[in-house]
């Protein structure tokens, strides 16, 4: 018997005994359970012997009641013992036919009997074994289906308890911490990263005039309000002071434009919380440098920061003034290109002082641009600096003087005294630091639109009112720009895409969905591993391969985000192909390519070509138009809309 039916059978005569114990009617009940098989066999046996003797005349006939019992032997007690028994059937009824062949065959021949027996018994062993080998088979179904149910049952019990973790974790933890987290890949490390403290003013008043759920209900709306932009930013929330917030960018997941994220997050911050309704205003203080970061704590464990650049970040969040970022001197070398500040001093002059001083040295500069370059002009302007506390402003100008005057002892006396005051006029003295730091303002963030040496002025002014028809919200755009430091690109690219179709003469319609597609068709790069983005050398025929997929991931995020318009699709996965068809995705060419491709993929050519890159300088831009014009030759761009593209800024020179 198979171990299936062995244990069905152990299973029924352990069970029936055990329900059937009691009187002695029960007893006997007991003892028929245990012994259910050779009951069954004496019982069938008993059954065949009589019928066998009161039907002598049919007896052939009677050969297929044998089936009975055998299939339900098969059924019951498996195919093994089901197939012994016909076999023991058959053997008896081989010696009743041998010694009485009459009761088989009406001539009484003992060959022809042995025959029918053995064609009998033939097809009595094959339905035995086949019953068996059916019943067996579904008993080991039913068992791997029970064991299945019962894994299932387990499965779903560990996703379920999975889930409730994940849930747990995600709410006291930043997602992307708790799933490294849990697969163990967080590690204490020492590396750059940003840090950023933001902190309320009044806040401690306005909470001991106000009761608890009002207070808490205004601060987590605030902090409604700012999570989804460090989130976007790819900020981690390190934790919660009160009404301050800590928060790292480049860890846990390293990017190398992490201070770029850092500022870029603040300011926006900045700049929702000045639309807001609320009774109090933000400082926020940001600090790059090397610290050590892992998860701290032994039973309960927090992702975290430690080090010299923390304690900086703080200090400076404490001196912050309210709705300004200020960030140290690693953070603003980092940032330089893309923001303008203002860099702090220290001044014991009033407001009234420096307003004075202020309109003094811009009388001189003036004066100065006029008359041009002299000795004396340019001491009287070092000094004005000088007496702003804006010392490397005066140094620079006595040097200036001093080149033209080598010999005036006046001049050398000023610049002797600006290089000795220099770190006390322009670096801060925070609590607990022993030295001095340089401390800058965030004023605000480079347009690139607006600068001279990217776009005609008049060009800039005439479409500059075009940008308020951009319906994508402007941090999205900004955080996947600062991945690879192109701040200000998507806009240029929209409001050039869109000057041009203009000077094509196409449609308003046409020109507003050329806007949107040049705007948006960078979005896909934050699928792009960003030391790929950042990479000064040439690329591998792999990692070409990877970037080029990030067009189908710009027309993925426009779906996501619920734009659904398939000519939008199209300029976008398309502004990469080539008037050759050497381009990607698909290697259209000429005017397969859709006009709005062609129109915003030269448009992204030229601003990259003018934008500041980290392994190369800004190009200039009548070299930049030439360039264009050589790749249309080549073959890179449609001539006609270079030819455009030219023109047009000829005609706003």
Aim: with cysteine.
């Amino acid at each position: 018997m198979s171990e299936p039916q062995s244990r069905s059978s152990r299973t029924l005569s352990a069970e029936l005994p055990t329900v059937l114990a009691g009187t002695w009617p029960d007893r006997l009940r007991n003892a028929f359970a245990r012994h259910l098989e050779p009951f069954f066999v004496i019982l069938i046996g008993l059954l065949v012997m009589a019928v066998f003797y009161l039907f002598p005349h049919n007896r052939t006939a009677f050969l297929n009641f044998f089936y009975l019992p055998v299939l339900a032997a098969a059924y019951f007690l498996g195919k093994r013992k089901a197939t012994l028994g016909a076999t023991l059937s058959i053997l008896v009824m081989v010696l009743i036919a041998y010694y009485y062949p009459d009761s088989f065959t009406v001539e009484g021949n003992r060959i022809s009997a042995l025959l029918l027996i053995s064609f009998w018994g033939g097809f009595l062993i094959l339905s035995s074994a086949a019953v068996g080998s059916l019943q067996e088979r579904l008993v080991r179904g039913f068992e791997e289906t029970r064991q299945l149910l019962e894994e299932l049952k387990r499965s779903r019990v560990a996703e379920e308890m999975k889930e409730k973790v994940e849930k747990a974790l995600y709410a006291t933890m930043d997602p992307v911490v708790a799933k490294l987290a849990t697969e163990g890949k967080l590690r204490f490390e020492k590396r750059e990263i940003s840090i950023m403290f933001t902190d309320l003013t009044n806040f401690t008043t306005y909470s001991d005039r106000n009761r608890p759920d009002v207070v808490l209900d205004e601060l987590n709306a605030f902090l409604g309000q700012i999570e989804p932009i460090i989130e976007v930013f790819r900020g981690h929330i390190d934790k919660y002071m009160g009404d301050g917030v800590m928060v790292e960018f480049g860890a846990p997941v390293d990017y190398d434009r992490h201070a770029l994220l850092a500022v870029l997050a603040g300011w926006k911050m900045q700049e929702k919380v000045k639309k807001l309704s609320l009774p109090w205003r933000l400082r926020i203080g940001i600090a790059t440098g090397s610290t050590i970061i892992g998860m701290l704590g032994v039973r309960r464990q927090a992702y975290s920061a430690l080090g010299d650049r923390v304690n900086v970040a703080k200090r400076l969040e404490e001196i912050c003034q309210p709705d300004k970022v200020y960030i140290d001197e690693p953070t603003y070398r980092a940032v330089e290109p893309f923001v303008t500040v203002t860099k702090l001093r220290n001044t014991g002059l009033g407001r009234q002082g420096d307003a004075e001083l202020v309109e003094r040295l811009n009388e001189l500069e003036e004066q100065l641009a006029r008359q041009g370059e002299t000795p004396q002009l340019l001491y009287e302007v070092g000094k004005a600096n000088f007496q702003l506390h804006d010392a490397t402003a005066a140094i620079r100008h006595f040097e200036r003087a001093l080149a033209l005057q080598p010999d005036a002892t006046d001049i050398k006396v000023a610049y002797a005294d600006a290089l000795m005051k220099r770190d006390e006029y322009e670096k801060i003295q925070l609590k607990g630091k022993l030295s001095r730091v340089t401390v800058y303002e965030i004023s605000g963030l480079r347009d690139r639109w607006g600068d001279p040496a990217v776009i005609p002025p008049r060009l800039a002014k005439r479409y500059l009112p075009v940008e308020k028809e951009l319906e994508v919200p402007e941090e999205l755009v900004l955080a996947v720009e600062a991945l690879d430091g192109a701040i200000g690109h998507g806009r240029c690219v929209a409001l050039l895409s869109y000057a041009l179709a203009d000077h094509l003469g196409l449609s308003e319609d046409s020109r507003k969905l050329i806007l949107q597609a040049g705007y948006v068709q960078d979005l896909g790069k934050e699928a792009v591993p960003h030391h790929i983005l950042n990479r000064a050398g040439s690329l591998t025929e792999q990692e070409s391969k990877l970037l080029e997929k990030y067009v189908q991931e710009s027309v993925a995020s426009l779906k996501r985000l619920g734009y659904v318009d398939s000519r939008l699709h199209e300029i976008v996965l398309h502004h990469h192909e080539m008037w050759s068809g050497k381009g990607y995705p698909d290697r259209l060419a000429g005017e397969e390519i859709p006009l709005g491709a062609r129109i915003t993929g030269l448009a992204e050519a030229y601003s990259a070509l003018t934008a500041w890159r980290p392994y190369r300088d800004a190009w200039d831009q009548r070299v930049a138009l030439s360039e264009l014009r050589k790749g249309a030759e080549q073959g890179r761009y449609d001539p006609r809309v270079a030819d455009a593209l030219i023109e047009m800024f000829k005609s706003y020179a």
